[in-house]
């Protein structure tokens, strides 16, 4: 069964704290997507990467960071957590980036990070 | 700028009748829709999609229907089971960036017995 596995599904951080949370996907998929879900805004892009080493901004990268050392692995940075980053965060992967290509993610089960 | 908006925060029907689910987009590159659906304290799920060359596509009881000149697409599921209770985004894929996906802000699905 393919997996996206997120490393915690409930964290609690203090303001200030730097705070990483980990993605893992069995797939060998090329992309990789970090997510945060909040109530009446939906899905917002943080960050994505197309292959190791490499990192794109999405919508809302302010306050976030990202590391891809290797495939299989995304991992999302929150440099200095702040109240406002309270939310649940939705990791996802999906293959290729082909023209008509019918495809879609395969997501996580989500971290819910409070921040205090 | 919400490039994908589905209006409705909420729904409810009743089991066995059909649910309509909207949404509505502002670019006209996106070549590709999904819906997915989210259960709570889950990651969401890849429900059904929808080439922008075609106008219907069906799998069983989910069916999604594209209006490009309207710029709408809903999904529609007949009959409306309870388990079906859940979050439902509607998302896009524009074709020259890659995998990335844009979401709505979800319509969140209530079926009753």
């Known amino acids: 069964d393919v997996k996206v596995t997120q490393s915690s599904r409930y964290l609690v951080k203090r303001t200030g704290e730097k705070v990483f949370l980990e993605c893992v996907q069995d797939m060998d998929h090329e992309n990789m997507f970090w997510y945060r879900q909040d109530p009446g805004l939906g899905l917002r892009l943080i960050y994505f990467?197309?292959?190791?080493?490499?990192?794109e901004k999405g919508d809302i990268p302010e306050g976030y960071s990202v590391s891809r050392e290797k495939k299989e692995r995304f991992s999302l940075i929150l440099e200095s957590a702040s109240t406002n980053q309270t939310s649940m965060y939705l990791c996802?992967?999906?293959?290729?980036?082909?023209?008509?290509?019918?495809?879609?993610?395969?997501f996580g089960s989500g971290t819910r990070l409070t921040v205090v | 700028d919400q490039q994908v908006k589905q209006n409705s925060p909420s729904l409810s029907v009743q089991e066995g009748r059909i649910s309509i689910l909207n949404c509505d987009y502002t670019n006209s590159m996106f070549d590709y829709f999904l819906w997915y659906k989210k259960y709570p304290a889950e990651g969401p799920t890849f429900l059904i999609s929808?080439?922008?060359?075609?106008d219907k596509n069906e799998d069983g009881r989910f069916t999604v229907f594209l209006n490009k000149s309207a710029k709408h697409l809903s999904l529609h599921i007949v009959p409306s089971q309870p388990g079906d209770s859940a979050v439902y985004f509607c998302?896009?894929?524009?074709?020259?960036?890659?995998?990335?996906?844009?979401f709505g802000q979800g319509t969140e699905l209530s079926v009753k017995p």
């Open positions: 929808i080439s922008s060359i075609k």
């Open positions: 996802a992967s999906s293959a290729g980036t082909g023209l008509g290509a019918n495809y879609g993610y395969t």
């Open positions: 990467s197309y292959d190791v080493k490499m990192k």
């Open positions: 998302a896009a894929r524009r074709y020259n960036q890659g995998g990335k996906l844009i």
